[in-house]
């Protein structure tokens, strides 16, 4: 991978001081204006089409290394070149953000539904599900179209992994251990089996959620080699059976 960047975990990101810093918007930089100013640069960066990457890139370390800011030119450098899936994924949440927020929002619901114990919880815990299906079309049609306005061919492996990340987004949801949206450097697996514990309702609950057929389901993703992506959709399976 470009510039010795490695990803090696399943969340997306290194474990490593620099990755700390893409995922909580540089809080460990710098105080103050420059620390506001120099989180606009970089957001700034994963807007730009995939092709002026690199060059922005550069020329943003360039200019904090000229201007002092050692530390923070060390830390841009390691900034890796998104991959294509990636990059459509981050265009998702900078120019739909409410569809991507609808996604993480259904998320957020299903945990709530799930840990609660009122009489709508099977039913609310089945919204949840029908609303994480809905936004997982949208923005997967939403991904396709910004890859072809930027001139890349919506391929089937193209979609499946950005279809990969989306649900993974949805899995972790605002937890701070999650990886930051819109700044993503590479395809996101889902969290291992433990994290995803609160997606797997209880016996009883599972069959009230059987759904009587699947053909108004949103189109199955592959499961890439990872353990932990593959140990990550079993556990979502067993929700939406």
Do not use: C
Not at 53 to 77: C, Q
Not at 82 to 100: E, G, K
Not at 117 to 138: F, H, I, P, Y
């Amino acid at each position: 991978m470009e510039d010795g960047y490695k990803h090696a975990t399943p969340n997306g990101v290194k474990k490593s001081e620099s990755a700390e810093m893409v995922k909580k918007t540089g809080n460990k930089l710098s105080n103050g204006e420059h620390r506001d100013q120099l989180d606009d640069e970089l957001d700034d960066l994963f807007t730009l089409p995939l092709a002026e990457f690199t060059t922005a890139r550069n020329a943003l370390a360039s200019r904090l290394k000229k201007s002092g800011g050692g530390n923070e030119a060390e830390f841009v450098k390691t900034l890796a070149k998104p991959p294509i899936s990636a990059w459509a994924v981050n265009q998702l949440y900078w120019r739909h953000r409410d569809a991507f927020e609808r996604l993480i929002d259904s998320g957020e619901r299903f945990r709530q539904a799930q840990s609660s114990s009122g009489a709508r919880k099977v039913g609310d815990m089945r919204s949840a599900l029908d609303a994480r299906r809905e936004s997982l079309a949208q923005l997967s049609d939403l991904a396709s179209d910004l890859l072809r306005e930027a001139g890349h061919n919506p391929t089937q492996e193209f979609t499946r992994r950005i279809a990969t990340t989306l649900e993974a987004m949805s899995a972790y949801g605002s937890q701070t251990d999650g990886p930051r949206p819109g700044r993503l450097t590479q395809d996101v697996d889902p969290p291992g089996f433990e994290s995803l514990a609160s997606f797997v309702p209880s016996t009883d609950s599972r069959q009230s959620l059987k759904e009587p057929s699947r053909s108004d389901q949103v189109r199955k993703v592959v499961s890439p080699p990872s353990k932990a992506h593959a140990v990550g959709k079993g556990a979502f399976k067993k929700v939406e059976q």
